[in-house]
Protein backbone atom coordinates (compact mmCIF):
# COMPACT_ATOMS: atom_id res chain seq x y z
CA UNK A 1 0.00 0.00 0.00
CA UNK A 2 1.67 3.09 -1.17
CA UNK A 3 1.26 6.24 0.84
CA UNK A 4 -1.08 9.17 -0.04
CA UNK A 5 2.19 11.24 -0.94
CA UNK A 6 3.79 8.67 -2.76
CA UNK A 7 0.21 8.04 -4.91
CA UNK A 8 0.36 11.97 -5.52
CA UNK A 9 4.39 11.62 -7.02
CA UNK A 10 3.13 8.59 -9.12
CA UNK A 11 0.29 10.56 -10.43
CA UNK A 12 2.31 13.32 -11.46
CA UNK A 13 4.79 10.64 -12.83
CA UNK A 14 1.72 9.22 -15.02
CA UNK A 15 0.87 12.80 -16.18
CA UNK A 16 4.33 13.84 -17.83
CA UNK A 17 4.60 10.60 -19.51
CA UNK A 18 1.00 10.89 -20.57
CA UNK A 19 0.34 7.11 -19.26
CA UNK A 20 -3.18 7.61 -18.87
CA UNK A 21 -3.74 4.04 -18.08
CA UNK A 22 -1.18 4.76 -14.85
CA UNK A 23 -3.35 7.75 -13.63
CA UNK A 24 -6.50 6.34 -13.77
CA UNK A 25 -5.58 3.79 -11.77
CA UNK A 26 -4.65 6.25 -9.47
CA UNK A 27 -7.79 8.11 -9.63
CA UNK A 28 -11.23 6.68 -7.83
CA UNK A 29 -13.82 6.51 -10.86
CA UNK A 30 -15.91 9.55 -9.58
CA UNK A 31 -12.84 11.67 -9.99
CA UNK A 32 -13.70 15.63 -10.01
CA UNK A 33 -10.60 17.45 -11.46
CA UNK A 34 -10.52 21.31 -11.61
CA UNK A 35 -7.70 22.06 -13.35
CA UNK A 36 -6.77 25.89 -13.86
CA UNK A 37 -6.93 25.22 -17.79
CA UNK A 38 -10.53 23.76 -17.29
CA UNK A 39 -11.73 27.49 -18.20
CA UNK A 40 -10.36 27.50 -21.66
CA UNK A 41 -10.25 23.54 -22.24
CA UNK A 42 -13.66 22.62 -20.59
CA UNK A 43 -15.20 25.16 -21.13
CA UNK A 44 -15.02 26.40 -17.36
CA UNK A 45 -16.84 22.31 -16.27
CA UNK A 46 -14.49 20.75 -13.97
CA UNK A 47 -13.44 17.04 -15.66
CA UNK A 48 -15.60 14.75 -14.03
CA UNK A 49 -15.15 10.84 -13.62
CA UNK A 50 -12.80 8.45 -15.26
CA UNK A 51 -14.17 9.27 -19.32
CA UNK A 52 -13.18 12.94 -18.01
CA UNK A 53 -9.98 12.52 -17.33
CA UNK A 54 -10.08 10.92 -20.65
CA UNK A 55 -11.24 14.38 -21.82
CA UNK A 56 -8.63 16.04 -20.17
CA UNK A 57 -5.46 14.24 -21.34
CA UNK A 58 -6.83 14.75 -25.16
CA UNK A 59 -7.39 18.15 -24.34
CA UNK A 60 -4.08 18.56 -23.14
CA UNK A 61 -2.65 16.56 -26.32
CA UNK A 62 -4.59 19.38 -28.47
CA UNK A 63 -3.87 22.33 -26.42
CA UNK A 64 -0.41 21.54 -25.76
CA UNK A 65 2.84 21.16 -27.75
CA UNK A 66 4.26 20.16 -24.77
CA UNK A 67 3.36 20.37 -21.03
CA UNK A 68 5.11 19.22 -17.88
CA UNK A 69 4.40 19.52 -14.35
CA UNK A 70 6.89 19.49 -11.74
CA UNK A 71 6.25 19.19 -7.81
CA UNK A 72 8.73 20.75 -5.75
CA UNK A 73 7.33 20.02 -2.60
CA UNK A 74 4.37 17.20 -1.53
CA UNK A 75 3.20 17.04 2.08
CA UNK A 76 0.14 15.56 3.75
CA UNK A 77 -2.49 18.36 5.24
CA UNK A 78 -4.71 16.48 6.98
CA UNK A 79 -6.84 14.12 5.01
CA UNK A 80 -5.63 15.76 1.68
CA UNK A 81 -2.03 15.62 -0.05
CA UNK A 82 -0.55 19.57 -1.15
CA UNK A 83 2.21 19.73 -4.05
CA UNK A 84 3.77 23.00 -4.46
CA UNK A 85 5.59 23.00 -7.73
CA UNK A 86 6.11 24.54 -11.31
CA UNK A 87 4.24 23.64 -14.91
CA UNK A 88 5.83 24.70 -17.79
CA UNK A 89 4.73 23.92 -21.69
CA UNK A 90 4.14 25.04 -25.26
CA UNK A 91 1.12 26.36 -26.81
CA UNK A 92 0.38 29.31 -28.38
CA UNK A 93 1.15 31.25 -25.80
CA UNK A 94 4.15 29.84 -23.68
CA UNK A 95 4.19 28.86 -20.25
CA UNK A 96 7.64 29.13 -18.35
CA UNK A 97 7.60 28.02 -14.90
CA UNK A 98 4.67 28.88 -13.46
CA UNK A 99 3.52 28.67 -10.05
CA UNK A 100 0.80 26.21 -8.89
CA UNK A 101 -0.46 24.63 -6.70
CA UNK A 102 -2.28 21.41 -6.41
CA UNK A 103 -4.84 20.15 -3.69
CA UNK A 104 -5.58 16.39 -3.44
CA UNK A 105 -8.54 14.78 -1.50
CA UNK A 106 -8.80 11.00 -1.41
CA UNK A 107 -11.13 7.96 -0.81
CA UNK A 108 -8.70 5.17 0.65
CA UNK A 109 -5.94 5.05 -1.42
CA UNK A 110 -7.90 6.68 -4.59
CA UNK A 111 -8.16 10.53 -5.24
CA UNK A 112 -11.42 11.31 -5.70
CA UNK A 113 -10.71 15.13 -6.21
CA UNK A 114 -7.91 17.36 -7.53
CA UNK A 115 -7.84 21.31 -7.49
CA UNK A 116 -5.33 22.91 -9.28
CA UNK A 117 -4.31 26.67 -7.99
CA UNK A 118 -2.11 29.40 -9.65
CA UNK A 119 -2.07 31.40 -6.32
CA UNK A 120 -0.90 29.04 -3.02
CA UNK A 121 -3.49 31.91 -0.70
CA UNK A 122 -6.07 30.61 -2.67
CA UNK A 123 -5.09 27.39 -1.86
CA UNK A 124 -4.54 27.41 1.57
CA UNK A 125 -8.04 29.28 1.78
CA UNK A 126 -9.55 26.50 -0.05
CA UNK A 127 -8.04 23.92 2.76
CA UNK A 128 -8.90 26.22 5.36
CA UNK A 129 -12.53 26.60 4.38
CA UNK A 130 -12.41 22.45 4.63
CA UNK A 131 -11.53 22.63 8.30
CA UNK A 132 -14.76 24.83 8.97
CA UNK A 133 -17.71 23.30 10.83
CA UNK A 134 -20.61 23.25 8.46
Known amino acids: MSSRTEVVEQLFDAFNARDLDAALSLL ?8 VSGAIL ?5 YVGKDGMRQYF ?14 VHVRAAGDAVVALGHA ?9 DAPATWVFKFDGDLVTHIRIFSDEHLA ?8 QPG
Open 28 to 35: HPEIFFEP
Open 42 to 46: NKGEP
Open 58 to 71: ADVQAHWQELTVKP
Open 88 to 96: SGKSAAPLE
Open 124 to 131: RQALEGDA
